[in-house]
Each structure stands twice: as C-alpha cells, then as structure tokens.
C-alpha cells in the first residue's frame, strides 16, 4: 500500500475557503468542509471534494515574512527528519493573507486511510503485529538520537512520538484490495520489516534547533492566548512542553502514556513491555533506563493537565473577543477532548 502522489494545490479553491471561513464553525460555510483532527497549532481539514487530501491550517502568522520563515522550518525538517531515515509523507504549503489581514499556512498532504493512522492501527492489530509497529517507530526514535550524537554544527532533531502521528501501510495482505484500510484478514509475518511501512506526517511544528536555538518560532503558538495568560502559560510550561520532544525518555514515556488519551490503555502494559525490550536491546548504546508504570501515569496526568490549562486559556480568550469585544476569532478550537 502506497499513499498516492499530490496534484498541485488548487490555490483557488484554499484562497475561496479562507476567504469564507468562519473560525467557530469551519463547517458552516459554502465551500463543504471537515475537521479531520487538531495539532499543537493545526487545523486538520478536509475540503471540498477532496477527498484524498488533508489541508492543515496554521494561524497566528503576524507578517508574509514570518509565514515563509515558518515554511522553511518546516521544509529543513522534513530534510532532517529524512536524512535520519524517516519516511516523511509528501507536504505541500500554500502561504496567503486573507481578507481580514491575517496571515495563514495551509499545509497539504495526502490522505491516508483512517484504519492506517496510529492509533486506529495499533488497536485493531494483533499482537505480532502491534509488536512490528511499536518497534518500528522506536527504531525511528533511536536513530534520531543517534544522529544527534554525532551531527556536526549542533543541530538537534525533535519529534512529536505519539502513535497517532505514523501512518502504518501495509504491503501485503489478503483483505479486500479495493479497500486498503481493511485490517481484518493480514498476511502478515513477525519480522518481515517488508510488510510494514510508518510514515511520519506530524510535520506543522518543526522541531529543530541549531546551536540550541529554534528553528521556528515558538512564540507562533501563544498568540492564540490574549497576553497576560500567554504570559503564564510562557513562564509556567512553554520550555517544559518544547523540552521534552528533545529528550529521547520523555517521547518515550509520552508515546506509551498517549494510549490513555487515544482510549486504549489496555495496550500500555504491552507498549511498555515492548519499549524497555527495546531500551535494553538495541538501544542499549543510548544509555536509557527502562520505563516504570508510574512515570508513564506521572507524565500523562502533567501532559494532560497543561494541555487542559491551555486549551481553557484559548476557550476563554475566544469568548472575551466574540461575545464581549465583538472581534473576530481566526483560530478554529477544538471541542471537549477526552482525556
């Protein structure tokens, strides 16, 4: 199975759906729309009759230059996230400023099957199965590390490590070929890496650094926030959550803690089991103790209480401007999200 190659943008069709969205109900206007899914600072949309395709929205840009720089963060980590052996799914951006002044990105990629995305993929498969992709993406990880120990000019590689960023395709298997988001008839055999390809998409937050500095720019994802409480959040959290996809053992522990939040904990005793095999195997040169049950539940009850702090903060800041300040809002939210 193979993502299919994207066509050009239709700049027309984005430049008319920006021009009509409203923010608070981005499936309301005439251009048919879908949310598909958020990231840290994303939209994930499917327009109009595209079908095949997801339009990842970014906001909060102040100028075209700041635009464009985001732009090319992202294409130097795409390229760094490839030299260290990731295969990176295909990403096209289309920077424009929209009717009310505001300067947006739309990232587009190709669509893959919902059954593929991570979490959908690891719940339904067995456990040979589930074993091969866990390990898979752990390979992944420890080869972005690796690559940091030994790049030269001190750039560093992040990763967003959650299961649901990977798109798991499979290459053989006896289920309807017409539907190859059919998981449920694998032809499927323990070790055969040919069998299994991740592809990572996660891309809309380039983490990189160079010298220890960010490649992007971080204070991007705060302007969600009215200034006072983008104050609190950047004193009490924004180093803490930026850090931690720098440190290997903390995209660990937030990659078997996500099955909380993903409604699936009963894969975590496994996840577990499967990532310190892994530390203490081919690992082992990293130097990394193996996880504990309680740090994993430590990590995602503080990931999840930040991640409700900030998402209140934005719920409040779009309320003040909408019903008080009769502003407009340019940044689509997401709705309750159980965690």
């Not at 539907?179 to 055969?192: V, W």
């Not at 959040?233 to 180093?239: I, M, N, P, T, W």
């Amino acid at each position: 199975m193979t993502l299919p190659s994207l066509p050009d943008i239709d700049r027309d069709l984005v430049a008319a759906f920006e021009a009509q969205l409203d923010a608070v109900h981005p499936d309301r206007g005439p251009i048919p729309a879908r949310v598909i899914g958020y990231g840290e600072i994303s939209t994930v949309l499917q327009i109009g009759g595209h079908a095949g395709q997801v339009y990842k929205r970014l906001a909060g840009f102040r100028s075209a230059s700041e635009t464009r720089a985001h732009e090319d963060a992202i294409r130097a980590y795409c390229d760094s996230l490839r030299q260290a052996g990731l295969d990176v799914v295909e990403t096209q951006s289309l920077a424009l400023c929209n009717d009310h002044g505001e300067h947006v990105l739309y990232l587009v990629q190709p669509r893959a099957p919902a059954d593929t995305i991570g979490n959908a993929f690891c719940a339904r498969a067995d456990t040979p199965l589930f074993t091969n992709a866990l390990e898979a993406v752990l390979e992944h990880y420890a080869a972005i590390w690796r690559r940091n120990q030994h790049q030269p000019g001190g750039e560093t590689l992040g990763i967003d490590g959650q299961i649901s960023n990977w798109a798991f395709l499979l290459g053989q298997q006896t289920s309807d070929p017409s539907n190859p988001s059919d998981l449920s008839d694998l032809a499927f055999l323990p070790g055969d890496e040919t069998s299994l390809r991740p592809v990572y998409f996660d891309v809309g937050l380039p983490l990189l650094r160079r010298g220890g500095v960010d490649i992007m720019n971080v204070e991007i994802g705060l302007r969600t926030l009215p200034p006072p409480l983008a104050w609190v959040v950047r004193r009490a959290f924004l180093s803490e959550v930026l850090n931690r996809y720098y440190d290997l053992r903390q995209v660990l522990l937030d990659l078997v803690g996500n099955f909380y939040k993903e409604g699936y904990p009963d894969k975590i005793p496994a996840a577990l089991e499967i990532t310190n095999r892994f530390l203490v195997g081919k690992a082992h040169d990293l130097g990394l103790a193996p996880l504990r049950r309680k740090e994993v539940d430590a990590y995602y009850r503080r990931d999840a209480f930040i991640w409700r702090v900030f998402l209140g903060f934005r719920r409040l800041d779009r309320f003040v401007k909408i019903h008080l300040l009769r502003q407009r809002y340019p940044f689509i939210l997401p709705g309750r999200i159980r965690r």
